[in-house]
Protein backbone atom coordinates (compact mmCIF):
# COMPACT_ATOMS: atom_id res chain seq x y z
CA UNK A 1 0.00 0.00 0.00
CA UNK A 2 2.65 2.52 0.78
CA UNK A 3 4.84 1.66 -2.70
CA UNK A 4 0.84 3.21 -3.90
CA UNK A 5 1.60 6.54 -1.84
CA UNK A 6 1.38 9.72 -4.93
CA UNK A 7 3.31 12.42 -4.99
CA UNK A 8 0.62 14.31 -3.56
CA UNK A 9 0.28 12.45 -0.95
CA UNK A 10 3.44 12.40 0.07
CA UNK A 11 3.69 16.17 0.13
CA UNK A 12 0.60 16.18 2.76
CA UNK A 13 2.75 13.44 5.24
CA UNK A 14 5.86 15.66 4.81
CA UNK A 15 3.71 18.92 5.36
CA UNK A 16 2.40 17.08 8.22
CA UNK A 17 6.01 15.88 9.82
CA UNK A 18 6.93 19.63 9.11
CA UNK A 19 4.22 20.95 11.29
CA UNK A 20 4.16 18.17 14.17
CA UNK A 21 8.19 18.92 14.38
CA UNK A 22 7.92 22.93 14.31
CA UNK A 23 4.62 23.10 16.90
CA UNK A 24 6.97 20.53 19.24
CA UNK A 25 10.31 22.85 19.17
CA UNK A 26 7.59 25.45 19.88
CA UNK A 27 5.93 24.50 22.50
CA UNK A 28 8.64 22.48 24.39
CA UNK A 29 10.34 25.35 26.46
CA UNK A 30 6.72 26.65 27.20
CA UNK A 31 5.39 23.42 28.35
CA UNK A 32 8.15 22.58 30.93
CA UNK A 33 8.12 26.33 32.17
CA UNK A 34 4.65 25.81 32.59
CA UNK A 35 5.47 22.23 34.00
CA UNK A 36 7.95 23.61 36.69
CA UNK A 37 5.72 26.31 37.81
CA UNK A 38 2.29 23.81 38.26
CA UNK A 39 4.54 21.75 40.22
CA UNK A 40 7.03 23.73 42.29
CA UNK A 41 5.49 27.27 42.42
CA UNK A 42 2.83 28.31 45.39
CA UNK A 43 0.90 31.34 43.93
CA UNK A 44 -2.40 33.16 44.15
CA UNK A 45 -4.40 31.71 41.03
CA UNK A 46 -2.95 28.59 40.30
CA UNK A 47 -5.75 26.65 39.99
CA UNK A 48 -6.81 28.92 37.49
CA UNK A 49 -3.76 28.78 35.20
CA UNK A 50 -3.62 24.55 35.93
CA UNK A 51 -7.44 25.04 34.35
CA UNK A 52 -6.29 27.03 31.71
CA UNK A 53 -3.31 24.69 30.42
CA UNK A 54 -6.06 21.64 30.37
CA UNK A 55 -8.60 23.77 28.46
CA UNK A 56 -7.87 22.48 25.32
CA UNK A 57 -8.73 19.40 26.34
CA UNK A 58 -12.09 19.89 26.87
CA UNK A 59 -13.74 22.46 24.67
CA UNK A 60 -14.42 22.13 21.22
CA UNK A 61 -11.35 21.99 18.64
CA UNK A 62 -13.04 24.33 16.30
CA UNK A 63 -13.98 26.83 19.34
CA UNK A 64 -10.03 26.56 19.95
CA UNK A 65 -9.83 27.50 16.72
CA UNK A 66 -12.36 30.27 16.34
CA UNK A 67 -10.18 31.58 19.50
CA UNK A 68 -6.96 31.46 17.64
CA UNK A 69 -8.83 33.45 14.51
CA UNK A 70 -9.81 36.22 16.96
CA UNK A 71 -6.18 36.56 18.55
CA UNK A 72 -3.81 35.57 15.68
CA UNK A 73 -5.94 37.19 12.84
CA UNK A 74 -4.99 40.12 10.56
CA UNK A 75 -7.34 42.44 12.48
CA UNK A 76 -6.63 40.57 16.31
CA UNK A 77 -5.03 42.13 19.07
CA UNK A 78 -1.85 39.90 18.67
CA UNK A 79 -2.06 39.20 14.47
CA UNK A 80 -2.53 43.06 13.53
CA UNK A 81 0.70 43.62 15.67
CA UNK A 82 2.50 40.62 14.20
CA UNK A 83 1.84 41.86 11.02
CA UNK A 84 2.44 45.45 11.03
CA UNK A 85 5.42 44.93 13.41
CA UNK A 86 7.27 41.78 11.76
CA UNK A 87 5.83 41.51 9.27
CA UNK A 88 4.49 37.93 10.46
CA UNK A 89 1.25 36.11 9.32
CA UNK A 90 0.08 33.01 10.91
CA UNK A 91 -3.38 33.19 9.40
CA UNK A 92 -3.75 30.57 5.98
CA UNK A 93 -0.29 29.60 7.02
CA UNK A 94 1.52 26.59 8.10
CA UNK A 95 2.90 28.41 10.42
CA UNK A 96 -1.12 29.05 12.07
CA UNK A 97 -0.98 25.42 11.60
CA UNK A 98 1.75 24.62 13.92
CA UNK A 99 0.51 26.70 16.41
CA UNK A 100 -2.75 25.40 16.51
CA UNK A 101 -0.90 21.64 16.61
CA UNK A 102 1.05 23.18 19.35
CA UNK A 103 -1.80 24.44 21.57
CA UNK A 104 -3.78 21.06 21.39
CA UNK A 105 -0.54 19.47 22.46
CA UNK A 106 0.06 21.52 25.06
CA UNK A 107 -2.06 20.21 27.92
CA UNK A 108 -0.60 16.37 27.19
CA UNK A 109 2.82 17.61 27.54
CA UNK A 110 2.42 20.09 30.30
CA UNK A 111 1.07 17.03 32.07
CA UNK A 112 3.04 13.97 31.19
CA UNK A 113 6.46 16.68 32.44
CA UNK A 114 4.68 17.82 35.37
CA UNK A 115 3.69 14.44 36.52
CA UNK A 116 7.78 13.18 35.85
CA UNK A 117 8.95 17.05 38.07
CA UNK A 118 6.45 15.88 40.91
CA UNK A 119 8.35 12.67 41.27
CA UNK A 120 11.80 13.96 41.64
CA UNK A 121 13.15 13.25 44.93
CA UNK A 122 13.47 16.62 46.26
CA UNK A 123 16.68 14.74 49.13
CA UNK A 124 19.00 14.83 46.29
CA UNK A 125 18.23 18.23 45.26
CA UNK A 126 18.58 18.99 48.96
CA UNK A 127 21.86 17.33 49.67
CA UNK A 128 23.23 19.24 46.39
CA UNK A 129 22.35 22.14 47.78
CA UNK A 130 23.95 21.34 51.43
CA UNK A 131 27.15 20.45 49.46
CA UNK A 132 27.03 24.32 47.86
CA UNK A 133 25.87 23.14 44.11
CA UNK A 134 24.02 26.39 42.87
CA UNK A 135 20.43 26.26 41.69
CA UNK A 136 21.33 26.58 38.26
CA UNK A 137 24.02 23.26 38.83
CA UNK A 138 21.69 21.59 40.37
CA UNK A 139 18.95 22.02 38.02
CA UNK A 140 20.90 21.01 35.12
CA UNK A 141 22.62 17.80 37.03
CA UNK A 142 20.05 16.63 38.66
CA UNK A 143 16.49 18.06 38.21
CA UNK A 144 16.39 18.38 34.59
CA UNK A 145 18.09 14.73 33.87
CA UNK A 146 15.77 13.43 36.07
CA UNK A 147 12.33 14.40 34.31
CA UNK A 148 13.78 13.85 30.79
CA UNK A 149 11.20 10.96 30.63
CA UNK A 150 8.27 12.34 31.24
CA UNK A 151 10.05 15.38 28.97
CA UNK A 152 10.25 12.38 26.62
CA UNK A 153 6.55 11.33 27.37
CA UNK A 154 5.26 14.71 26.81
CA UNK A 155 7.15 15.06 23.75
CA UNK A 156 5.60 12.13 21.86
CA UNK A 157 2.13 12.60 23.24
CA UNK A 158 2.15 16.11 22.18
CA UNK A 159 3.48 14.88 18.70
CA UNK A 160 0.82 12.05 18.26
CA UNK A 161 -2.12 14.58 18.99
CA UNK A 162 -0.07 17.04 16.34
CA UNK A 163 -0.38 14.64 13.84
CA UNK A 164 -3.92 14.05 14.56
CA UNK A 165 -4.71 17.71 14.98
CA UNK A 166 -7.79 18.49 12.72
CA UNK A 167 -10.74 20.75 14.30
CA UNK A 168 -8.93 24.21 15.56
CA UNK A 169 -6.03 23.77 12.33
CA UNK A 170 -8.90 23.87 9.70
CA UNK A 171 -11.16 26.53 11.53
CA UNK A 172 -7.69 28.98 11.92
CA UNK A 173 -6.12 28.49 8.85
CA UNK A 174 -8.26 26.62 6.53
CA UNK A 175 -7.36 23.59 3.77
CA UNK A 176 -4.84 25.00 1.39
CA UNK A 177 -3.18 22.07 -0.75
CA UNK A 178 0.98 22.61 -0.13
CA UNK A 179 0.39 24.96 2.99
CA UNK A 180 -2.28 23.39 5.46
CA UNK A 181 -3.55 20.26 4.05
CA UNK A 182 -2.32 18.24 6.64
CA UNK A 183 -3.12 14.23 6.68
CA UNK A 184 -6.09 14.95 9.14
CA UNK A 185 -7.70 17.17 6.82
CA UNK A 186 -6.29 15.29 3.48
CA UNK A 187 -8.41 12.20 4.59
CA UNK A 188 -11.35 14.83 5.52
CA UNK A 189 -11.31 16.09 2.00
CA UNK A 190 -10.42 12.35 0.21
CA UNK A 191 -13.75 11.26 2.10
CA UNK A 192 -15.70 14.17 -0.01
CA UNK A 193 -14.46 12.73 -3.44
CA UNK A 194 -16.45 9.78 -4.70
CA UNK A 195 -14.01 6.26 -5.45
CA UNK A 196 -11.09 7.83 -3.15
CA UNK A 197 -11.45 4.78 -0.35
CA UNK A 198 -7.97 3.84 -1.36
CA UNK A 199 -6.54 7.44 -0.71
CA UNK A 200 -8.58 7.50 2.40
CA UNK A 201 -7.22 3.93 3.73
CA UNK A 202 -3.31 4.89 3.05
CA UNK A 203 -3.33 8.07 4.41
CA UNK A 204 -5.01 6.52 7.74
CA UNK A 205 -2.37 3.86 8.12
CA UNK A 206 0.33 6.36 7.60
CA UNK A 207 -1.18 8.80 10.48
CA UNK A 208 -1.58 5.57 12.64
CA UNK A 209 2.21 4.36 12.27
CA UNK A 210 3.74 7.26 12.84
CA UNK A 211 1.62 7.76 15.75
CA UNK A 212 2.78 4.02 16.45
CA UNK A 213 6.39 4.32 16.23
CA UNK A 214 6.73 7.72 18.23
CA UNK A 215 5.15 6.12 21.13
CA UNK A 216 6.95 3.23 21.41
CA UNK A 217 10.25 4.74 20.67
CA UNK A 218 9.55 7.61 23.39
CA UNK A 219 9.00 4.50 25.55
CA UNK A 220 12.69 2.53 24.85
CA UNK A 221 14.19 6.31 25.33
CA UNK A 222 12.20 7.08 28.31
CA UNK A 223 13.28 3.54 30.19
CA UNK A 224 16.58 4.22 29.20
CA UNK A 225 17.34 7.42 30.53
CA UNK A 226 15.32 6.16 33.39
CA UNK A 227 17.66 3.37 33.83
CA UNK A 228 20.83 5.86 33.08
CA UNK A 229 19.17 8.03 35.55
CA UNK A 230 19.33 5.53 38.67
CA UNK A 231 23.39 5.84 38.01
CA UNK A 232 23.58 9.40 38.71
CA UNK A 233 26.73 10.78 40.60
CA UNK A 234 26.64 14.60 41.87
Do not use: C, N
Request: glycine share 8%; proline share 5%.
Amino acid sequence: MLTAVSAGEWSVILLSMKISLAAMGAMLPVAFALAWLLARARFPGKLLLDALVHLPLVIPPVVTGWLLLILFGSQGPIGYYLESWFGITLLFRWTGAALAAAIMAMPLMVRAMRLSIEAIDRRLETAAQSLGASRSRIFFSISLPLSLPGVLAGLVLGFARSIGEFGATITFVSDIPGETRTLPIAIYSALQVPGAEMMVGRLALISVMLSLVALMLSELLARRIAQGGRQHVL
